[in-house]
């Protein structure tokens, strides 16, 4: 009798646990943030010296390594006496592992200080390894004396060289640019 008891026990228990795993698995497996961070910075740093830091008021990673700035980023870029040779600002942000790349989106703004120029777009890519900013969408920098359009830029993460790779609209040339022709 013992032994029937324990039987049916132990039937039972199996019975209730399979309707309980089948549940489980009929789950979607969640692919949402592993963690989130309020507030965060990030240094980068050559030889002991900061180069770049990445500001953000929130940051979400995910399982694959990739990140996501939902509520904005501020990136500064340093020259190597330290002073600020360029930022970067945008809506949202994200970066991606595997491509060692961030995106900007959402009134992208970048802001030379070198040359005292500015770059507005829609959406703009980071390699930190190439050091380079890029983007295929349309642009619009602000220099000096004048204001230059176009689609896509290639462009020194410093913002002290770019690229407009589909020039629109017209420029005012300086004296200087007539003599070096």
């Given at each position: 009798m013992?032994?029937?008891?324990?039987?049916?026990?132990?039937l039972?228990?199996?019975?209730?646990?399979?309707?309980?795993n089948e549940?489980?698995a009929d789950?979607?497996?969640?692919?949402?943030?592993?963690m989130?961070?309020?507030?965060?910075?990030?240094?980068?740093?050559d030889?002991?010296?900061v180069?770049?830091r990445?500001?953000?008021p929130?940051?979400?990673e995910?399982?694959?390594?990739?990140?996501?700035?939902?509520?904005g980023?501020?990136i500064?870029?340093y020259?190597?006496?330290?002073?600020t040779s360029?930022?970067l600002?945008?809506?949202?942000g994200?970066?991606?592992?595997?491509?060692d790349?961030?995106t900007?989106?959402?009134?992208?703004?970048?802001?030379?200080?070198?040359?005292?120029n500015s770059?507005?777009?829609?959406?703009l890519?980071?390699?930190p390894p190439?050091?380079?900013i890029?983007t295929?969408?349309r642009?619009?920098?602000?220099?000096?004396?004048?204001?230059?359009?176009?689609?896509?830029?290639?462009?020194?993460?410093?913002?002290s060289?770019?690229?407009?790779?589909?020039?629109?609209?017209t420029t005012?040339?300086?004296d200087?640019?007539?003599?070096?022709?």
């Open positions: 013992k032994h029937v008891l324990v039987l049916f026990l132990l039972s228990l199996g019975i209730w646990g399979c309707d309980g549940e489980i789950l979607p497996p969640y692919v949402g943030p592993m989130e961070a309020d507030s965060i910075e990030t240094l980068y740093s030889s002991a010296v180069r770049i990445v500001e953000a929130k940051r979400f995910y399982d694959n390594g990739n990140s996501e700035f939902p509520q980023i501020y500064e870029f020259e190597p006496d330290g002073s360029s930022t600002k945008a809506d949202k994200y970066y991606f592992r595997e491509r790349r961030y900007a989106v959402g009134n992208v703004l970048i802001d030379g200080k070198k040359d005292h770059l507005h777009t829609d959406t890519h980071w390699s190439t050091q380079r890029f295929k969408a642009v619009m920098i602000t220099e000096k004396l004048d204001t230059l359009w176009g689609v896509g830029l290639e462009a020194k993460q410093d913002f060289e770019y690229t407009i790779l589909n020039p629109e609209g005012m040339l300086s200087d640019d007539d003599e070096e022709q």
